[in-house]
């Protein structure tokens, strides 16, 4: 069993910038697809970042490329989201989703993932 806890959600004014971390115990992810989801209020959980199975390829939501960066610490058994240039509709509850067998074309599909954290609220507003 592989647990997933998130924490960096926060308040931040449009065009700031937050680091989410989501902190894997119970085995090492270091090759699992991990992938960070959200989910805002009447909305449905979409992936905005992830990492495919073995760990060295990246994907991202269009609408958050080049503003978010995934990236993870081995050694920590740790994967970060860091988002800059924060707008309003980034506003959503955060998730940490991982799976050691996702093959590629599932990796929005939250529905492939076995393991989740429990979510960290980001707020963007001035």
């Known amino acids: 069993q592989v647990q997933l806890v998130e924490t960096g959600g926060g308040l931040v004014q449009p065009g700031g910038s937050l680091r989410l971390s989501c902190a894997a115990s119970?085995?090492?992810?270091?090759?699992?697809?991990v992938a960070w989801f959200r989910q805002a209020p009447g909305k449905e959980r979409e992936v905005v970042a992830a990492?495919?199975?073995?760990?060295?390829?990246?994907l991202y939501k269009d609408s958050v490329k080049g503003r978010f960066t995934i990236s993870k610490d081995n050694d920590k058994n740790t994967v970060y989201l860091q988002m800059n240039g924060l707008k309003a509709e980034d506003t959503a509850v955060y998730y940490c989703?991982?799976?050691?067998?996702?093959?590629?074309?599932?990796?929005?599909?939250?529905?492939?993932?076995?393991?989740w954290g429990q979510g960290t609220q980001v707020n963007v507003s001035s």
């Open positions: 989703a991982a799976d050691p067998y996702l093959i590629y074309s599932d990796v929005g599909r939250q529905t492939a993932y076995d393991y």
């Open positions: 119970g085995r090492t992810i270091r090759r699992y697809a």
């Open positions: 990492f495919t199975r073995g760990g060295s390829t990246t």
